[in-house]
Nanobody, 122 residues
């Protein structure tokens, strides 16, 4: 089993920044890919960023150039740096982990965190 715990969400004004963290524990050796997803009220879950084969990352079109995913293996954590936030970025953000080498969508994820709320509003 793998456990994921997100933190770092909150309320931020448009144009502001937030950094989300996802702490990973458990059978970490079974994980080959990580990703961040978000779900806004009344909308389907959306891939924000996911790792792909070759250890590259793929960002959703709506966040390209504004969001950056990173990791710290020593801390067993992945991060999502979000800059130039917009009201439409408001959602619950979840990290996901997979035993496969690609996360291209929700169906690829084996383990989910509980999510952290991000609200962008003035």
């Amino acid at each position: 089993q793998v456990q994921l715990v997100e933190s770092g969400g909150g309320l931020v004004e448009p144009g502001g920044s937030l950094r989300l963290s996802c702490a990973v524990s458990g059978n970490i050796d079974s994980i080959n890919a990580m990703g961040w997803f978000r779900q806004a009220p009344g909308k389907e879950r959306e891939l924000v960023v996911g790792t792909t084969s070759g250890l590259t990352t793929k960002y959703g079109d709506s966040v390209k150039g504004r969001f950056t995913m990173s990791s710290d293996s020593a801390k067993n954590s992945v991060y999502l740096q979000m800059n130039s936030l917009k009201p439409e970025d408001t959602a619950v953000y979840c990290c996901g982990a997979a035993s496969r080498r690609v996360i291209g969508g929700s169906a690829d994820v084996d383990y989910w965190g509980q999510g952290t709320q991000v609200t962008v509003s003035s």
